[in-house]
């Protein structure tokens, strides 16, 4: 069955860094991923989208990779601010059948201290 | 523009009870799609909603059923409710059953 993994449980990182978050899949091909934040208790927001014949995206202090050889995405965020703090979620999906099918990954909190 | 609203916010039911759980999508929207999301863990699909029709299920057995009306508003109902069941549910709406869908608050529903 698919399977994603998000590098880790916990990232914790200092205000100005560059905050790199990792997304490994396996047993699936995914025509796109997105990346959504979660901050507790409210839904996932979603941030970027980048699709299988896409290598990088960028969207201001956010950029995402997507290398469908190593199945893996990266997300970086640049100048980390403490307001970045949340749980970040990537996302798997699939052109055809439901496109709501999209597969989570259990997400990465990162916490960015002052 | 309106986003996603979804009512009630928390619930607590005991367990063999049935529970609805209702959802607005975003203004314009016409697909709605159902996650349960556990402490700790990411959304799973429940099932899609494209105007009026289901449009695709996740692994959940048949007692997690839905609707959704010419408003495209949806509907979750979870028959014979089970401890397991406790979980954030949420509603995603989307246009055409484009990638990008836009998450409501959710509802915190609580099985004792």
């Known amino acids: 069955s698919q399977k994603i993994e998000q590098n880790s449980e916990a990232l914790n990182i200092q205000e100005g860094k560059t905050a790199t978050l990792t997304c490994n899949y396996t047993?699936?091909?995914?025509?796109?991923l997105q990346w959504y934040r979660q901050d507790p208790g409210r839904g996932p927001v979603f941030l970027l989208l980048?699709?299988?014949?896409?290598k990088e995206k960028r969207k201001e202090r956010l950029k995402v990779t997507f290398d469908t050889t190593l199945k893996q995405s990266l997300f970086h965020i640049t100048a980390s601010q403490p307001a970045d703090s949340a749980t970040y979620l990537c996302?798997?999906?699939?052109?055809?059948?439901?496109?709501?099918?999209?597969?989570f990954g259990k997400g990465t909190k990162l916490s960015v201290k002052p | 523009e309106t986003g996603v609203t979804q009512s009630p916010t928390h619930l607590i039911k005991t367990r063999g009870q049935q529970v609805t759980l209702r959802c607005s999508s975003q203004s314009g929207h016409n697909t709605v799609s159902w996650y349960q999301q556990a402490l700790g863990q990411g959304p799973q699909f429940i099932f899609q909603?494209?105007?009026?029709?289901?449009?695709g299920r996740g692994n959940f057995p048949p007692r997690f059923s839905g609707l959704q009306f010419p408003n495209y508003s949806s509907e979750l109902n979870v028959n014979a409710l089970e401890l397991d069941d406790s979980a954030l549910y949420l509603c995603a709406s989307s246009l055409d059953s484009q990638e990008t869908q836009y998450f409501g608050p959710g509802t915190r529903l609580l099985v004792l």
């Open positions: 996302a798997l999906g699939n052109y055809g059948g439901s496109q709501g099918n999209l597969i």
């Open positions: 047993n699936y091909s995914p025509a796109y």
């Open positions: 909603y494209y105007r009026e029709e289901e449009n």
């Open positions: 980048i699709r299988e014949n896409e």
